[in-house]
């Protein structure tokens, strides 16, 4: 009855076929003191005391019809949250990542256009563009002494040869670099006459920088810009995958007209209202005073190891890129990759590893954690790099 003369990747397309897969925080390691995903450690950012509100909510939630297709809450709360004028400038998606692999669907014809990006950065984004058969053209951060920042000039010279490049990426604060990119930069690459494309922001942990550096207020007067957002990271909610991208009205109608008719669940809109009411937003921001003094905490002490050199990029984020040194001193991958396995095989702590990237040789990648979690961290890294 089978059919043995089946051929799979014949039918498969190639660029599917091919594709390397992104690789999660968790493919790796999924227990212990998880400090390897940049996920929220003090929790989601529900309004305290409201649990009871919120099971009720969902009880009466008629969860056999399917959701407001249009999200019209949310989006009204997220206005007056990002000082919006209207709702009309807003695109809900499953995680940013939708968002991302939409802009590339929307924008990009398969096997003809491509994105321009800045490594180190998200991985999601390469990924993205080879499932739609779209290349990707690489212009990298400034790496030099951990600064991070675009190569503005060579990113302009690339768009300016190359009018296939429809998309350009950055990531403000960076993953994995944790750096703020400088404004200036940003506004040349949008002012850029002969660049007919879209700039795309990646703001995924915006709210952990100063007052002020979010650019999602520009898109009122940018119609090439997309400033894509998520409430993974200081809402703490990454459990419920929502992603939000701000634009015009006119791309954010286009995305709207494109995604699938009922993305956003009824579960996920419950949860999302409740962390963007007035007092979720305030438990959000305790909690990010207590990532911002924690991570200063870990900041000192990680530099007080004998064993690590001294944290690289601007530290704008939840977490931080420690370099573990080799015998002559300096970053060394294999130190760093033996201490990362050592960590979460032996003493139960899980960071990430990036060594490989470009400008974070030697690098673990440290979520920031809470106090206690901190501790052990801190404990066992003093145990491991002593023993080197």
């Known amino acids: 009855m089978g059919r043995s003369n089946f051929d799979l990747k014949a039918v498969v397309r ?10 999660c925080a968790r493919d790796d390691y999924s227990a212990g003191i998880l400090l390897d995903a940049n996920e929220n450690s003090f929790g989601p ?7 009871n509100q919120v099971d009720a909510a969902f009880l009466e939630s008629q969860l056999e019809r399917y959701p407001d297709p249009y999200q019209k809450e949310i989006k009204e709360s997220l206005a007056s949250f990002r000082g919006l004028p209207s709702t009309n400038h807003f695109f809900l998606g499953v995680g940013s990542d939708e968002s991302l692999d939409l802009l590339i669907r929307v924008f990009c014809v398969p096997g003809k256009d491509k994105i321009l990006i800045c490594p180190p950065t998200y991985g999601m984004y390469s990924v ?15 790496v030099a002494e951990g600064r991070f920042q675009p190569q503005t000039d060579k990113i302009i010279a690339a768009v300016e040869a190359d009018p296939t490049i429809k998309l350009v990426f950055l990531c403000s604060p960076g993953n994995p670099t944790g750096t703020l990119l400088r404004h200036d930069d940003i506004k040349r690459v949008l002012d850029c006459e002969a660049f007919k494309g879209v700039v795309v922001v990646d703001e995924a942990y915006v709210d952990f920088c100063a007052e002020g550096s979010s650019v ?16 993974s990271k200081s809402f703490g909610l990454a459990g419920i995958r929502l992603g939000i ?17 009922y993305n956003i669940s009824t579960p996920t809109s419950l949860l999302a209202r409740a962390a963007l009411s007035e007092e979720g937003i ?17 900041l000192r002490e990680l530099e007080s190891i004998p064993g690590i050199g001294k944290v690289i990029g601007n530290n704008d984020a939840n977490f931080v890129l420690a370099p573990i040194l080799g015998p002559n001193g300096k970053p060394d991958n294999t130190a760093a990759h033996k201490v990362y396995k050592a960590l979460a095989e032996e ?17 673990l990648r440290i979520t920031i954690g809470t106090e206690k979690e901190n501790r052990v961290l801190l404990e066992k890294l003093r145990k491991l790099t002593s023993s080197m």
Do not use: F
């Not at 190639?14 to 690789?23: D, E, G």
């Not at 950012?45 to 649990?51: D, H, I, V």
């Not at 305030?282 to 870990?298: A, F, G, P, V, W």
């Open 14 to 23: 190639p660029n599917i076929w091919a594709l390397q897969p992104y690789r």
């Open 45 to 51: 950012s529900l309004p305290a005391g409201q649990a």
């Open 128 to 142: 993205c563009a080879q499932v739609n058969d779209v290349e990707v053209v690489k212009v990298p951060l400034d």
């Open 216 to 231: 999602a207020h520009w898109v009122v007067d940018c119609p090439n810009l997309v400033v894509t957002q998520t409430l």
């Open 245 to 261: 991208a701000i634009s015009s009205p006119d791309i954010a109608q286009i995305l709207n007209n494109t995604k699938a008719p």
């Open 282 to 298: 305030k438990e959000m921001r305790r909690h990010i005073t207590s990532i911002i003094n924690e991570r200063s905490r870990l």
């Open 347 to 363: 003493e139960g702590v899980v960071v990430r590893y990036r060594g490989a990237e470009l400008g974070c040789e030697g690098c």
